[in-house]
């Protein structure tokens, strides 16, 4: 039996840069719903290694073999983004109890602000759990390998963009 109720998700980050970790969530987040989309976070106080557009890219490109993936922007509450969309799950990956204790808090405050928002946590991988955007820049400046840590689809532009 079909439902009616179009399932929409959203996948919130800064991806600076998007890594393996953040395309393995998509990768088992997408079969969930109807729609998953990838939301790129702009928040101006913030300064970032990479320009948003190159980040979507990066992540269009990483994604395009999942046909119910799309990738946005957008400056405000991640909540406002759903309620602006339809969406009613945000997907969160969690590598440790650090990062479940933040996203207990913000799933809190976001059920608050938008009542039908549901925060669905996926572990990490446990092949990915020391792999995040901050240790992907701290590799890139001491020109370490990257490789393993992005897709491989985008690891020359990355390191391209970045000035290798």
Request: charged fraction near 25%; hydrophobic fraction near 45%; include cysteine.
């Amino acid at each position: 039996m079909k439902s009616n109720i179009i399932m929409k998700a959203v996948f919130a980050g800064s991806f600076d840069p998007f890594t393996v970790g953040h395309l393995n969530l998509v990768e088992r987040a997408a079969p969930l719903f109807e729609e998953l989309i990838v939301l790129v976070a702009r928040n101006t106080q913030k300064k970032y290694a990479f320009a948003e557009e190159q980040r979507v890219e990066w992540i269009s490109k990483s994604t395009a073999h999942l046909k119910n993936v799309r990738v946005e922007i957008y400056e405000g509450l991640t909540v406002d983004f759903m309620k602006s969309v339809g969406a009613k799950y945000l997907v969160r990956g969690i590598r440790n109890a650090s990062d479940f204790d933040v996203e207990q808090s913000l799933s809190i405050n976001n059920k608050n602000l938008y009542n039908s928002a549901e925060t669905l946590l996926l572990m990490s991988a446990p092949e990915h759990l020391a792999i995040s955007s901050s240790v992907v820049r701290e590799l890139l400046k001491f020109s370490a390998p990257i490789s393993g840590y992005v897709p491989e689809c985008i690891r020359e532009s990355v390191e391209r963009e970045w000035g290798r």
